[in-house]
Each structure stands twice: as structure tokens, then as C-alpha cells.
């Protein structure tokens, strides 16, 4: 399918001219090949290749190769992470008169999936997880957030010294084990409930797409909300040759739990559950097993859980390809991917590496026609993502200072799970992102963004967790959606460290083996792009942000938005602490510096339209508006998190908390705290609007 550049836009924010872009627009929307996108998949997907396996070295030196193919200037760069692997796996479940309920934990098994059985699976284990060997009394607790803990309480049911069982969803796995661990719990085990992802939603695998009864959630349950990378050295890159005096000792690591957990199937679950006892569950805590859940407490089972993880500082490897910029070399623009898997990992993330090495491939052969971008780009394949977003984050804490001169960050992750498009941004990159998608054809014809803006009507039931966003403040009425950017993906320590302008995309659908050894390539071919071409379409978004970023004359950051949702942040928090019977906090000064930032912007957008001669200057102060969005004492308990208006959650982990210092101040009762916080958003915005009126 040739993708032909739509007559839209008439004019493009950034180009003076567009049309000289639109014909290498054209050149490169005709490269993405769906033949060789199935091959790169296959190839990606051949073997389970967790973070640091020799598996996982093996598909670096792949898309090394590719990347080099394509013309760019290609490193493989290690790192060294603090990551644990099981050695053993137990878990079993008695009554009270001591009959054996559950013991395994169940193979993943379905009937005719070719790649189930490959030896190098290994047992299903949450990264970060302590070791342990501990038998307690078991309580269900839903999915484990502040209000079903307290929900508990109010039944007088202590999780102290238990080992609770949770289902996934609704918030990031390891802020379930941080909350229960909290509360004094022994041990936490996370299953996965038919109702969220299982045969209630539709035909299991492998007879559609959903999760199969023996079908296990993998994940880090590493305290990402404090800070994600190798946790023995926040700010620090854990390059092969950094001294063991500049590591944490583990007694002073934040970011591990110190209680242990594992992942469990429904099949595993069930007879648990089955057998709880105590209060029954609240009707909203039911899932779809068939037997009314009970929450426990009683003591009428018992759990043993035993796990040896073999802790050790093991090599991961990102792989970075650069193109150097013609005119302005010291400008970044950074779209990247990771490739390490639980298991085989089609859609997570080999679907996303696949788009790129399409891109990469498109870029390529701009390139052997003697095209040159303006800014330096790169391509960026990182390692041990899945672990805790490693390889991103050491990579980025390295580059700090010339990350601080980079115009943007683009990243894809699990890419392709069907054919529904979805996109989150900082608020100054959704309208670029909307612009882009009108250039690139959807396979159901008409645009990419044509298609978005039909699909978005019921898409909120498909959202990946990548897309999960601030529900505070609703977008504009009619305006195509571009959720907000949280955590669980590699823009994390761009945006919400350095303050790097940033963007996600996908392309979502029924999606129940996430994070299982069902992810293979059988079951991508059957239920998440059979021919590709959605493989073909992100590969291209992904590309042109690439380009764009590269070429704009002025850089295509829209403050106006990013100014009113800021507006509508504050206004919803002032609400929020009104309910919360916090009317003292003032958020006046916010309010008035947001207005200032919003006049600033509208201004400098007419400056941006209206540029003449050398834009360098107006460029400059362009960039720097998101690095002055952040405070560099961080937010409260996690420094490392600095930006002031997007934060991952500390009880969410995945959605976005916008204005987070304040809004989390707002939901621990604490004015004084609120009003803090709210003095560094204030700081910030006059800072931000200061910028934007010195560039006019």
C-alpha cells in the first residue's frame, strides 16, 4: 500500500514552506514494508529474551545490524543493572484441616501453541521481588488500592502478617505490593481475574484474543513512583566502570520492596478463592470465577509461598544509532523503543521494535538519497524496560547535559495490538501528533486521523495501560483525545527528569496475553495485525514525528494548550481541595501566573506563524519552556520526579496525577504541604512565561 501525504495540512506550525517536507514525507511514507516488518517480527520473537539473557544480546546485535544497514552510526552501549531471576518458584494453598487446595504455580499450557514449550521460559516472577519462604493466613483485597485497603479496615479485616491476593488492573503492580507492604503484609500474589482481561471479556486463546486460564501477567513490581532505572543509582548512569562507592547500598534502595510477591493465573487463583472464607466480598471486589468471593481473614486457608531470586549486577545493552544533524547538531531528536520481554514478547515490545526498524528503514533510504537532517536524530533500542525502565534511564541520566538541548522524545512500546490508534503527549506535542496522523493512510482507508477520530468514541475499554491518563480535567470539547503522559514506558526520564517534550503512540485491540508466554508470534498473526499493515502505519507515524522534529524551521510546540490545560489543572484541583475541606490553600498566585503563561503563549504563537530570517533564538526559548516546568528539588519523597505539572501517581503508578505535588498533597489532608507544592507550580509558570516573552 503506498501512503500518499494528504492535502492537508494547508500550512504546518513549524514549516515556513512545507512543501519541500511534504515531498520527503512522500519518499519516506513509501518505504514501511509489511513483508519485511512479518520477517523483522519473526526474527524478534524467535526466542523468549528476558533483560540480560544471552537471547536478549542476540537481538541487539540484530537491530544493531539494521540500524547500521540503513546508514546510521550504530553503538551497542551496556549498562549494569542491580536484576534478579528465579531459581525457584512455589506456591501452595491448605485448608484448615491441612487438604492441598493449589500447589505449582500451573505451567502456562494451552492446546497447539507452537512456542509455549521452549525450555528457556522461564518460571513466571516478578522482577524485584525478594526472595522469601513464608506461610500466613491469605486475604483478598481486590485490586489492591488506598480505598480497598481501607474498605477492609472499615470491616476490621488486618492484612498484618497475611499474604493478600490481589487481581490486576486499575492501578501498577508495584504500588499494590507498596501499599500492602505498608500495611505490614507478608507476602502479596497478583492473579489475573477472568472479568479484566479473561473469558468474560471474550474468546480465550487460542481461540481469540483474551487470556487463557493458565495464562500468567509477568512484571517489575520495582517502586517505579520513586524512581525507575537501576536501582542502586538514582542520577546517576550505571555505566560497566562506575565504582561501587557510587551505588546505594541495598539499605538505603527506596525503589525495591522489601515483602515478596509473585504473579498467579485464574486457574491457580481460583481454588483460593473458592476456599477464602470470612466476610463476603463486596459486590464490586466480584470477579467472573463462578463462586461468590469472599475476602478472607478467617484463617480457613493457609499460603506457602517460597522464592529463591538470584540477585546479581548483570550486563544489559542498549543499542543507539545516530544520524548527525547538518545545521544544528547539538539538537536532539529521540524516538525510541525497548526490546526486552517477559518471554517472547510480539506485541511488548517487538511490535514497537519492528515499527522502528520500519522507520529506521524508511529513514535509510532518505539517507542514500543524499538527504541530510538538520537536527541530529537517533534511534534507540533500549534493554531491560521491562524491568524497571532501565536502559532508558541510565542512557538519559548519561546524556543529562545534552539532553537539556533536546527538542523532543518519541517512543512507541507495545505498537501494535490491533488496529485502534491512540497517542498521549505533553500538551504542547498533541496537535503535532494530531498534524501527523492526517499525513498517513489508514488501512481502512482515509487518514490515520480519520480514523482516530471515529475510533474514539469507545476507546476507552481498549486503552493499553501506556495510555492511561489524568481523568481531572476533559480534553476540549471535539477535539481528537491525546491522553496525558504517566509512566510505564521509556519517555519517562525525559519528560518527567529532564524535561525533554515528549510522545507515545499505539495502535490497541483486544489484548489478553500481556506480559505471558502467549505473546509469541502465533497469537500476534491471529489477533493483533495478520498482514501488517498497522505494523506499516506506526512505523510510519513514528517516523514522520522523527522527521518533522528534525527539519522544522521553528520548533512545533503549541503553549496555548499546553497554557489552558494547565488553566483547567489548577481549576480542577481548586475544586478537589474545596471538597477535601482544604479552601485555605491559595491558588491564586498559580492562577495568575497560568494567565500570564497563557497570554505569553498566544503571542509567541503568532511569532511561531509569522517567523522571518534565523528562528535560532526564538527556537531557544521555545525549548527551554518545559525545562523551566520543572522544580529541581523534585516532589515530595521522590525527588526524581521533577516536573511539576505530570507525574506518575505514587498510589497509581501508571496514570498521570497532573499538578501532582498539589493533588497528592490535596488527597493526604495536608494544606501546608498543598500550598508548598503550590508555590513551585507558581515558580515554574512564571518561569515558563518569563521564557516565552524574552523569545518575542
Known sequence: MLAQVSPFPDRVLGYRDFSRQAKIDQDFLAVPDTKLAQEELKTLTAAPHVAASKEDYDTAVYVAGKFKAAGLDTQIVPYKAWLNLPLEVFLQAVNAEGKVLMSGP?????????????????????????????????VYVNYARPED?????EMHISVAGKIVLARYGMNFRGVKVYLAQQRGAAGVIIYSDPADDGYFQGDKYPHGPW??????????????????????????????????????PLSQITSLPTIPSMPLSYHDASPMLENMGGPVAPRDWQGALPFSYHVGGAGLIKVHLRLRMDYAERTIWDVIGKIPGAELPDEWVVAGNHRDAWVFGAVDPSSGT?????????????????????????FCSWDAEEEGLIGSTEWAEDHAKQLAHAVVYINTDASV????????????????????????SSPKGGSVFDEWRKDQGDAAGRRHNVFNDSSIAAPVTGEVRVGDLGSGSDYTPFIQHLGVPSTDIGSTGPYGVYHSAFDNYAWF??????????????????????????????????????????????????????????????????????????????????????ATGNPNALNASLRAVEGDLLAQEGLPGRSWFRHTIFAPGEYTGYAAVVV?????????????????????????????????????
Not at 500451573?106 to 513464608?134: I, K, M
Not at 514525528?545 to 521553528?554: C, P, T
Open 106 to 138: 500451573t505451567r502456562e499450557h494451552v492446546d497447539d501453541d507452537p512456542y509455549q514449550d521452549d525450555p528457556r521460559v522461564l518460571p513466571a516472577f516478578n522482577g524485584s521481588s525478594p526472595s522469601c519462604d513464608v506461610t500466613a493466613d491469605a
Open 149 to 153: 485497603f481501607k474498605k477492609l479496615e
Open 211 to 248: 487470556r487463557p486460564d493458565t495464562g500468567v501477567q509477568r512484571g517489575s513490581v520495582q517502586y517505579m513512583f520513586k524512581y525507575p532505572g537501576d536501582a542502586t543509582t538514582p542520577d546517576v548512569a550505571s555505566t560497566p566502570g562506575l565504582s561501587a562507592s557510587r551505588r546505594l
Open 354 to 378: 519492528t515499527a522502528m526498524l520500519e522507520a529506521v528503514h524508511g529513514v535509510g533510504s532518505l539517507l542514500a538519497q543524499g538527504w541530510k537532517p538538520r537536527r541530529t536524530m537517533f
Open 417 to 440: 495490538s490491533g488496529p485502534h490508534f491512540e497517542a498521549a503527549a505533553v500538551p504542547s506535542l498533541k496537535q503535532f501528533i494530531r498534524e501527523v496522523t492526517m499525513e498517513v
Open 525 to 610: 498473526v491471529m489477533n493483533a495485525d495478520p498482514t501488517f499493515v498497522y505494523e506499516q502505519q506506526m512505523a510510519r507515524v513514528f517516523g514522520l514525528e522523527a522527521l518533522h522534529m528534525a527539519d522544522a524551521d521553528v520548533l512545533p510546540y503549541d503553549y496555548i494548550t499546553y497554557a489552558r490545560q494547565i488553566q483547567a489543572y489548577l481549576f480542577a484541583a481548586q475544586a478537589r481541595a474545596k471538597d477535601a475541606g482544604m479552601a485555605s490553600v491559595d491558588f491564586s498566585d498559580a492562577l495568575g501566573a497560568a494567565t500570564r503563561f497563557t497570554a505569553a503563549a498566544t503571542v509567541m504563537y503568532s511569532k511561531q506563524l509569522s
Open 660 to 696: 501532582p505535588g498539589v493533588n497528592e498533597a490535596i488527597d493526604a489532608r495536608d494544606p501546608a504541604l498543598a500550598q508548598a507544592q503550590m508555590a513551585n507550580v507558581t515558580a515554574a509558570l512564571v518561569r515558563a512565561a518569563a521564557t516565552l516573552e524574552s523569545g518575542m
